[in-house]
């Protein structure tokens, strides 16, 4: 599909995405409590009417319905209105509601979930194809990955990345073929991975898009400490660590200090968040949930936003000042070095 934000290569594929994209956890319900379908379609609509290009899903969310819900929404779209799909494999469950999700990047199981994600999103090619976690099955990940690039020869997936690895295991895969994109935990207050998976990404080519840039709604204008006490028991937020005394309360410390920022900028909180997990040397992108078409107004201005120099020092000193998270606190430039944004063009 065509778009007028912004854009940046992924990895050395012929990809070019927004620098936001549209995640799709939530609206599988499940860890989430429930969610509305129609709210969930007209959210996923709002934001490829804005421009962004992308939506990454798992099968794992909602135990496929997640998955379910993006097929939905691509139904009746032509090839030049749909956007990029992004799903993965690697966390199988058990049928009963509660079973046990193990870990398991098996040949045979790595082309089962292929499969049936194909058939869930109705769709005959998987634009972005990824590892959701190491295996703990035993099996080892160079076998794993070479069952990802027989994938990517049948042309049933565009091209192969993985989420939540660390630099050492992006080292064993990507001298077998190439990895095109990591998927890590990247917000203000969930900093670790600046300080050796990015680097090591924007030295490989290896694209990143950031999964949790608001570090699940506390990075918002409209978060509170009222909010957390009012989450439902099925609400996975309700016992994380970040939405626990004392973090959740040094987390909004650090949100508030952002609310200066974002007046400067006439733009929403959400927005001058992501916008920081974005001023990082090899970020691609940035995946962000939304549950309805409101959600999508709060953190589309991210797209198109840059922080200078003295945006980028104040969140530094504001980190600093309230102890939130963890890991390195800025950005060496406010841009992406050695990298000029990529045309704003259709697949």
């Known amino acids: 599909m065509k778009t007028s934000l912004p854009v940046r290569q992924l990895g050395t594929t012929d990809m ?47 135990r496929g319905h997640s998955e379910e819900i993006v097929g939905r929404f691509l139904q009746g779209k032509s090839a030049d209105q749909r956007p990029y799909v992004f799903t ?15 870990r398991v990047l098996s040949a045979e199981s790595i082309r089962r979930e292929c499969d049936t994600s194909l058939r869930r999103l ?11 976690w190491p295996d703990e099955s035993g099996v080892p990940v160079e076998a794993s990955w070479r069952v990802m690039e027989q994938l990517e020869q049948e042309g049933k997936v565009r091209a192969i990345g993985v989420s939540n690895f660390d630099t050492s295991l992006l080292r064993k895969i990507d001298s077998l073929k190439h990895v095109q994109s990591l998927q890590p935990p990247f917000s203000l207050v969930r900093r670790d991975v600046a300080a050796t998976e990015i680097p090591w990404c924007n030295a490989n080519r290896t694209g990143v898009i950031a999964y949790s840039p608001m570090q699940a709604g506390l990075l918002t ?61 090899g ?14 107004d709060g953190w589309i201005d991210a797209a198109k ?12 000193a504001a980190i600093e000042r309230t102890g939130a998270g963890t890991g390195p606190r800025r950005p060496p430039s406010p841009k992406r070095e050695g990298a000029a944004e990529a045309p704003a063009e259709a697949r």
């Open 16 to 62: 070019n995405i927004t620098r936001v994209g549209v995640g799709a956890w939530a609206i599988g319900g499940d860890e989430w409590g429930r969610q509305n379908d129609d709210d969930s379609v007209a959210a996923m609509n709002h934001a490829i009417e804005l421009g962004v290009n992308w939506i990454d899903t798992a099968p794992i969310y909602g």
């Open 88 to 102: 993965k494999c690697g966390l199988v469950w058990e049928k009963k509601k509660g079973g046990e999700v193990r």
């Open 305 to 316: 936003l840059t922080l200078n120099g003295a945006d980028l020092d104040e969140i530094a």
């Open 283 to 296: 970020m691609t992108g940035a995946i962000v949930g939304a549950r309805s078409a409101a959600q999508v």
């Open 221 to 281: 204008d409209t978060f509170s400490l009222e909010k957390v006490r009012s989450m439902g028991e099925d609400d996975w937020r309700k016992s994380a660590v970040y939405f626990q005394t004392p973090h959740v309360e040094k987390n909004i410390a650090l949100r508030d200090a952002l609310k200066p920022i974002s007046t400067r900028h006439n733009t929403t909180v959400a927005a001058v968040a992501l916008a920081w997990v974005l001023a990082w040397p």
């Open 122 to 132: 109705k769709i005959d090619r998987i634009d972005l194809y990824q590892f959701h």
